[in-house]
């Protein structure tokens, strides 16, 4: 590759990022797949919409962080603000 021409190795990057932007989008991850991630579907396994202890997989101190509200369940309102922030106002 020929350094003493910028254009060409800018172009080249470019197309390089393309390309691995398309492969990121067509496999369904990151931004632009139009799903965001929603934590409570991957660990909610009776489809209530919210998360159990017995169904979360982490540590316990951190179900209890996430669980705002004290319920024993870990809901999307409660995880929207980030673990122990609780629900949004």
């Given at each position: 590759?020929?350094?003493?021409?910028?254009?060409?190795?800018?172009?080249?990057?470019?197309?390089?990022?393309?390309?691995?932007?398309?492969?990121?989008?067509?496999?369904?991850?990151?931004?632009?797949?139009?799903?965001?991630?929603?934590?409570?579907?991957?660990?909610?396994?009776?489809?209530?919409?919210?998360?159990?202890?017995?169904?979360?997989?982490?540590?316990?101190?951190?179900?209890?962080?996430?669980?705002?509200?004290?319920?024993?369940y870990?809901?999307?309102?409660?995880?929207?603000?980030?673990?122990?922030?609780g629900?949004?106002?």
């Amino acid at each position: 590759m020929n350094s003493r021409n910028p254009a060409k190795l800018l172009a080249m990057a470019a197309v390089a990022v393309l390309i691995l932007s398309v492969n990121v989008a067509a496999a369904g991850q990151g931004p632009g797949n139009g799903n965001p991630p929603n934590p409570i579907e991957d660990f909610d396994q009776n489809g209530d919409g919210k998360v159990s202890k017995s169904e979360f997989k982490g540590p316990s101190d951190m179900f209890d962080k996430m669980d705002a509200n004290g319920d024993g369940y870990i809901e999307k309102d409660e995880i929207s603000n980030g673990p122990g922030r609780g629900p949004k106002p």
